[in-house]
């Protein structure tokens, strides 16, 4: 069992972590997320994601659900457009566990 002791709190692996992982594991979530993490807090609309990822409209979609259902996705809407950005904290979560032992 690992175990992360910071200040505040004490991070233990849980079911959560490894669905963040798994979904992180397939190449195509891997560069949205990545994407995602160099647009920052702002994020970025579905559609640049599909011009800058170029996969299929229903392929994105997917791939930004599977992301989202993980905990690494937020999206908010506003008019017409979907905008998706990483969850800074649940990605500072899998960052401490990875580096626990190290």
Partial sequence: MIKVKSAATVLEPERKHAEAFKALSHETRLAIFYHLVRKGEAGDTVGSLQEAIDVPW?????????LRRAGLLAS???????????????VGDLVRLLTACC
């Avoid at 229903?58 to 599977?66: F, K, P, Q, R």
């Avoid at 908010?76 to 649940?90: H, L, M």
């Fill in 58 to 66: 229903a392929t994105l979609s997917h791939h930004l659900d599977v």
């Fill in 76 to 90: 908010r809407r506003e008019e017409r457009y979907i905008y998706y950005r990483v969850r800074p904290e649940q």
